[in-house]
């Protein structure tokens, strides 16, 4: 398995991503009904995309949460791996599988999640947020940082997914806000994901410790708990500003396309809120599988 060149496709496609271009949707879908619970809110670490089809203490993990908490009447991710200009949503009906991802082996590429997407939900996201215009999208889909994740967790490809995008343009507050305008649909069943990871830096990877488990550099250790901390307190704006975190912070978020899923996940915290840190372990020492399960 050539890890070294899925690190450098990922690196140069980041820095290309383009806009989807956009259709209409059509007229705005009726409000989902209310439920007699609080969906909690997700933030998942989802690391390699080889996540998706092995069996090891993080895809247990993901496979416990989704044990602990009700049964979604859909999922909402915003994953690190669908940046645009603006925001968008997914509006098909059948959302296709993405494999974003290269020097993997075979049998990761013939993986088909063929989960249902949600036009009336994707509708009704647009709605609740009024801070900016979202576009409804019928070319994207599921890319790894959600159907791996989201795989694991239902396998049984039944709970209707729904994809809401990054806009790489705009400032961490920006995705701080707009995912509070997303609360009321946790009273809907919509379990919320954010899929990303809270240290990410692929430049530093150390290939030799790949397969040590919880290997993780002493600036990478020291700016997971200088998150946690935060994170445990609620001092949101501390993580929001991450860039006043220290020289291990620019270490961990060389660039912020996946710590940004975290601020969504923080956004829908409500006072009541506690936090369930899980899967918190260092991979390759410049990586952080840490989860987050929030309500």
């Known amino acids: ?37 609080t969906m909690p809110v997700l933030f998942m ?19 416990r949460i989704a044990k602990e908490i009700p049964t979604p009447a859909a999922v909402l991710c915003i994953s690190a791996h669908w940046l645009t200009r ?16 290269g020097g993997f082996p075979q049998e990761l590429f013939a993986v088909q999640y063929p989960a249902p997407g949600d036009p009336t939900l994707a509708a009704e996201t647009t709605n609740l947020i ?45 995705h701080y806000e707009i995912a509070k305008e997303l609360a009321a649909l946790r009273k809907k069943g ?52 991450y860039m006043n975190l220290g020289p291990e912070a620019k270490l961990a978020i060389p660039t912020p396309d996946h710590y940004y899923p975290m601020l969504y996940s923080l956004g829908l915290q409500s006072d009541k809120d506690e936090v369930d840190i899980f899967n918190d372990k260092y991979v390759a020492g410049s990586l952080t599988m840490t989860s987050l399960r929030i309500g």
């Open 190 to 241: 919509v379990l919320i994901m954010g899929s990303g990871n809270m240290v990410h830096n692929l430049r530093m990877v150390d290939w030799a410790h790949m397969n040590t488990p919880d290997y993780g550099f002493d600036w990478a250790k020291t700016i997971n708990e200088k998150f946690k901390t935060h994170i445990n307190s609620k001092t949101h704006k501390d993580l929001i500003n």
């Open 45 to 63: 670490g989802h690391g390699s995309p080889m996540n998706g089809i092995e069996d090891n203490e993080f895809t247990k993990g993901w496979e």
């Open 130 to 174: 009024q801070s900016t215009q979202v576009g409804l999208d019928h070319e994207w889909g599921l890319d790894h940082g959600c159907w791996t994740v989201v795989r694991k967790m239902y396998p049984d490809a039944n709970i209707p997914v729904i994809q809401l995008s990054i806009d790489y343009n705009k400032p961490p507050q920006y």
């Open 86 to 101: 603006g925001t968008h949503v997914t509006a098909m009906n059948n959302p296709k599988t993405i494999h974003d991802f």
């Open 1 to 37: 398995m050539n890890r070294k060149q899925f690190l450098g496709t990922l690196i140069a496609g980041v820095a290309g991503m383009s806009t989807i271009k956009l259709k209409s949707f059509g007229n705005m879908a009726n409000d989902l009904p209310n439920r007699d619970f």
